[in-house]
């Protein structure tokens, strides 16, 4: 069976909610959203504006990043749209071995909660988050195999057989004494 790199993978993070959100040691009224970016790429995804929530708001919207295979960590930013303009509230980082690797599957859903903080790097509320790594489909590959060299996907492999040159074949070999 061939192995297909990827230059990337898709991670579907669904932003639930926030706690103790502030500004200035203040709680914030309403109008908070997210920004989640990879730290490995400039793809980013925003939620839309919690209108009613204050210093407690949720989402629960599922945003779908593309990351860079050697991303470490994805940072989830929290703002507050105010009448002087938008404002940070806090940033986390969350590790990529956070939800992807270890002991379970990386198709996995994780739920995982950050504490945020802010420009002071003081302490500044709590994102909630649940992430789940995406695979594509199985491939054809096949059709990988007979594919122009414009596609994304590269397979890695050693053609076997007469007849069926697009075959591919991948093997460790074993040694007897």
């Known amino acids: 069976m061939a192995k297909v790199i990827s230059s990337s993978r898709a ?11 502030q500004i200035d040691r203040r709680s914030i009224k309403k109008n908070a959203f997210v920004v989640v970016r990879s730290n490995g790429g400039s793809d980013f995804r925003s939620t839309e504006i919690d209108t009613n929530g204050g210093s407690n708001p949720n989402w629960n919207e599922k945003l779908v990043l593309e990351f860079p295979v050697q991303a470490a960590a994805l940072t989830v930013e929290v703002y507050c749209k105010t009448m002087t303009g938008v404002r940070i509230v806090g940033t986390a980082t969350v590790p990529i071995s956070d939800f992807s690797g270890g002991y379970l599957p990386d198709n996995h859903l994780h739920f995982l909660s ?43 492999g050693v053609p076997v057989g007469k007849h069926h040159s697009s075959d591919v074949v991948t093997g460790v070999p074993i040694w007897s004494t």
């Open 114 to 156: 950050y504490r945020l903080r802010d420009r002071k790097s003081e302490r500044n509320g709590t994102i909630n988050l649940s992430v789940k790594t995406k695979f594509p489909a199985a491939p054809d590959y096949r059709s990988c195999a007979n594919s122009s060299s414009s596609s994304k996907a590269t397979v890695v």
């Open 11 to 21: 991670v579907e993070i669904t932003v639930l909610s926030g706690e103790n959100l």
